[in-house]
């Protein structure tokens, strides 16, 4: 995870502007989902879809360079940009910011964002499939499923509080208790009262930051409200959008192409390393603190660290020149997000959708609720201050790194907004055991640290079946969730309390 210090880059007098500009960015910035549940979709989505490693990583990466446009685009950034450079990029920066389903006041406003985006889908996949695009393709998809992921985070979809009956009941149970927009009937959608934005009649809505108010509409990270129905529901309207999309480039030979995509083709590991520490330092990988304030750059947030953060955005760039360093796949993004990403509404579309098979799926998570550092410190001779923990967890076979807890030797997220590190793997309902890893980590400048949090000697992560039958824990753990358990050995130890949830979903069209 680590990153070089931004000071080694930067002059110090350029270092304090693009530290306040940066964390006032992110403070501004239209969010999204945050960057964890947009990967751990569409690895989850795209390997039941039969896409390799490979493939599965640029989707990923091309799905976060829609938030990384926007970023860019806050206007305490781009005066420290290049302007050659940021002349280049400054379309697909300005149609970034409209990317997320956002500041739509009603159900038509929603229902022609669909529709416009859509038949600019199937337009552009389907000249792409005739010019043998495989990388314009793959950056489409990516793209294209991170705006259909965040529709479900950043409306009221999920809430139940749309005219008639909540979703999943009365007439509407017919599409299961966690439909998507595509699979209703276009008057039966169109008739619930739909928004991602509210100012009416005295009541006042909007997107709201990480530690807003509960009736702030976003759903991004597990501290919010309706956080894991969002997912749950992204879920299944990701996995819908990729069957669609197969059925927009409609060649099978293509679409075998976009599923073995090998690093022969396009190695995306640069873009995806950097797409998840630019996440993970700025707070956006998984909540936890993200900066909210300008006063946030002084006293950063448990989720941020603003050093680490100046380091990967600028390391990734090369320098001030947003695009001196841009790969071929976001060199793509770019062109699509001021061509695609712009298209207009022209009327109403509807699609045949592809099978829903399987349409009912268990969804289990690894939560983890609070921290306490028992024995050992941070830092050489603890000089490091408290520690700045981190986990890696795997869920039947599927990786998962958390946020950022940074400074805090102990920390509850049972706190304020905050809300548990959630990894969240869904699985066939009928699957009964599910093989679980996890491992806490402490951020370091150069080597992480393991922290101990097994009884064990010698010993330090847990490795545990889970049976989702009776919710029982076998290995490492044992007995039903929730569990704390500590490590014994003599280095770093901690204390741990966490859960294993289990949340069974459909969408039955």
Avoid at 50 to 65: C, E, I, R
Avoid at 89 to 115: E, I, N, T
Avoid at 175 to 184: A, C, E, Q, R, V
Avoid at 382 to 398: E, H, P, T, V
């Amino acid at each position: 995870m680590q990153a070089p210090r931004v000071s080694a880059i930067l002059p110090a007098a350029f270092l304090a502007a693009v530290v306040l500009a940066a964390v006032s960015a992110l403070a501004g910035t239209a969010s999204a989902f945050d960057t964890e549940p947009h990967f751990d979709i569409t690895a989850d989505v795209l390997k039941s879809e039969g896409f390799s490693p490979n493939a599965v990583q640029t989707v990923q990466s091309a799905n976060f360079f829609v938030d990384f446009y926007d970023f860019m685009d806050h206007p305490k950034v781009k005066p420290a940009l290049n302007a050659a450079c940021l002349q280049r990029a400054a379309p697909a920066m300005a149609a970034a910011h409209f990317q997320h389903f956002d500041m739509l006041d009603s159900k038509y406003d929603v229902a022609r964002r669909w529709d416009a985006m859509l038949a600019a889908t199937d337009s552009v996949a389907i000249a792409k499939t005739k010019r043998g695009d495989i990388l314009g393709l793959m950056a489409l998809l990516g793209a294209s499923l991170h705006n259909v992921q965040d529709f479900y985070a950043h409306s009221n979809w999920v809430e139940g509080g749309t005219t008639g009956p909540p979703l999943g009941r009365g007439a509407l149970a017919k599409y299961g208790d966690h439909p998507t927009w595509l699979s209703m009937d276009r008057a039966d959608r169109e008739s619930l009262d739909v928004y991602t934005r509210l100012n009416r009649n005295g009541v006042i809505r909007w997107h709201g930051q990480w530690n807003s108010p509960p009736d702030s509409l976003n759903k991004d990270q597990p501290g919010r409200p309706h956080y894991t129905d969002a997912y749950i529901s992204a879920y299944f309207a990701s996995r819908q959008w990729v069957r669609l999309f197969q059925t927009f480039v409609n060649d099978t030979a293509t679409w075998s192409k976009m599923q073995r995509f090998p690093k022969s083709a396009f190695d995306p590991s640069r873009d995806w390393d950097y797409s998840r520490k630019i996440s993970f330092y700025g707070g956006h990988w998984s909540g936890n603190g993200a900066p909210s304030e300008v006063m946030d750059a002084f006293r950063p947030p448990p989720g941020t660290d603003p050093d680490l953060l100046l380091g990967a955005v600028v390391g990734y760039m090369g320098g001030r020149c947003i695009d001196k360093k841009a790969s071929a796949l976001r060199s793509e993004v770019q062109s699509l997000l001021s061509t695609w990403g712009v298209a207009p509404y022209k009327g109403p579309v509807n699609v045949k959708l592809p099978s829903a098979a399987p349409q009912s799926l268990q969804f289990v998570q690894i939560q983890v609720h609070r921290i306490d550092l028992t024995g050992g410190h941070d830092g050489l001779l603890g000089m490091g201050g408290g520690m700045d923990y981190y986990s890696r967890a795997k869920i039947d076979g599927q990786y998962y790194w958390s946020g950022l807890i940074k400074g805090h030797s102990t920390f509850n997220f049972d706190t304020l907004a905050y809300g548990p590190w959630t990894m969240t793997k869904a699985l066939p309902i009928n699957r009964s055991n599910v093989v679980m890893i996890f491992e806490l980590m402490d951020l370091d400048y150069f080597f992480d640290d393991f922290v101990d949090i097994n009884p064990k000697k010698g010993d330090t992560s847990l490795v545990f079946t889970y049976r989702t039958t009776d919710g029982q824990l076998h290995g490492d753990v044992s007995g039903s969730a929730p569990f704390t358990i500590e490590g014994k050995g003599d280095c770093d130890c901690a204390r741990v309390k966490m859960d294993v949830v289990r949340t069974v979903g459909s969408c039955l069209r």
